[in-house]
């Protein structure tokens, strides 16, 4: 399998020594542009916002968007803002919900981001659904703060549970080819907070108490639905690029779901100009294909329908930049809730009670 997760490949280039210095001082400073040269921080960088988001857009900076409540784009962007959250040092992620019978909160990312997951004697992850008060907690996730822009400096307590089996070779080379379906996992976060200039090895046992989420009252959501999307359908995906004109900063684009005709003749000019998004088959019935860019940080990124509700997950993108569309892939959220819930029903019924309280009823179809 030739296809490759653009959101790892950019860390994954074979750089010369200097090149490496380079492209980690522009992490660390933010201060290079995507072609290398100096910026002089966010005060050169034109910042520019979308005319509207009834089409596709650009990413643009959340931060500028909430200074603009004018905007039309602005009421979509505050909607699903608070739920995105900072996924370990370079991915994204987003709250699922806070509707949990233990308190606490449900957050979705891709597994290529965590990567830490435990192997058999063949080198494979199988598919595991373990009770996060039977887990350490990692430090992982960090939220969106309430004017967004950068991240939290704390990071909340985060207890994987749920990740689908990853075979062998999707696990080589970094998960640099892992498949869509199986490139998500679960974890339950709650309000305990660890700063990330503390020394840390890692949390006992989970609390009882969910995140503080920005802009929320009550820490409540709206109810999480399951639904899938069509054709034509907009989205908006929000996470934190590491890199071009907004690095590490809360970032937002719309993206309009293709059609199966529209996908075959994208990933024919993708395989044309040697782009290898082109060669992995669409598997529709766990992902969407967008029209859209998104860049290297925003996997694990949460992709919103126009009502606000959660419908994919981020994993993978087209790089070449003179491709005729632009293309991106997420995990659709019916596929992650039927992995959930069909792993739930193989389970023994003390472990079903163990693991149901923390997850939304309506994820699991209760």
Same mark, same amino acid.
């Given at each position: 399998? $030739? ?12 750089? $010369? ?27 050169? *960088?034109?910042?520019?916002? /979308? ?9 643009? @900076? ?24 900072? &996924? ?11 509707? *949990?019978? +233990? ?6 990312? &891709? &597994? ?19 009770? @996060?008060?039977? #887990?350490?907690?990692? #430090?992982?996730?960090?939220? !969106? ?5 950068? =991240? ?19 696990? &080589? ?6 498949? /869509? ?23 006992? !046992? ?7 989420? =920005?802009?929320?009252?009550?820490? *409540? ?9 069509? =054709?034509?359908?907009? %989205? ?10 907004? /690095? ?5 684009? %719309?993206? #309009? ?55 994919? %997950? ?36 003390? +472990? ?15």
């Amino acid at each position: 399998m $030739n296809g490759r997760n653009v959101f790892y490949r950019f860390f994954t280039f074979r750089l $010369n020594l200097l090149q490496v210095g380079l492209v980690w001082i522009c992490l660390f400073l933010f201060a290079c542009t995507e072609d290398g040269s100096s910026s002089g921080g966010d005060t050169d *960088t034109e910042t520019v916002l /979308p005319d509207s988001c009834e089409g596709v857009t650009e990413l643009f @900076p959340v931060e500028e968007m909430l200074i603009h409540p004018e905007h039309s784009c602005y009421a979509w962007v505050r909607e699903v803002f608070p739920r995105a959250i900072k &996924a370990g040092s370079s991915g994204s992620g987003a709250i699922v919900s806070l509707d *949990t019978d +233990q308190g606490t909160g449900l957050a979705m990312s &891709a &597994a290529h981001v965590l990567k830490t997951f435990e192997e058999n004697d063949e080198g494979e992850i199988v598919e595991t659904m373990v009770s @996060p008060a039977e #887990r350490q907690g990692l #430090r992982f996730v960090r939220l !969106s703060r309430e004017e967004g822009g950068t =991240p939290a400096d704390a990071y909340n307590a985060t207890f994987i549970f749920y990740h689908p089996t990853i075979s062998q070779d999707e696990r &080589a080379d970094g998960f640099a080819n892992i498949l /869509p379906r199986h490139d998500f996992f679960l974890a339950a976060v709650d309000a305990q907070l660890s700063d990330a200039s503390e020394t840390f090895d890692s949390f006992d !046992s989970i609390g009882s108490d969910a995140p503080q989420l =920005p802009t929320l009252e009550n820490d *409540t959501l709206p109810d999480f639905v399951v639904r899938d999307v069509r =054709p034509d359908d907009l %989205v908006m995906f929000i996470g934190y690029p590491a890199g071009g004109a907004y /690095p590490n900063r809360l970032s937002a684009g %719309v993206g #309009r779901v293709l059609s199966e005709a529209e996908i075959e003749t994208a990933q024919a000019d993708l395989r044309d100009i040697g782009d290898e998004e082109g060669d992995l088959a669409y598997d529709a019935e766990a992902e969407m294909m967008l029209e859209a860019q998104a860049l290297p940080g925003m996997s694990g990124g949460g992709v919103f329908d126009l009502g606000g509700r959660l419908v994919g %997950v981020l994993v993978r993108g087209s790089t070449e930049t003179d491709a005729p569309m632009h293309i991106v892939r997420a995990v659709r959220v019916p596929f992650i809730a039927g992995r959930i819930r069909e792993t739930l029903e193989n389970l023994e019924v003390e +472990q079903q009670l163990a693991v149901k309280p923390f997850l939304d009823s309506s994820l699991i179809g209760d």
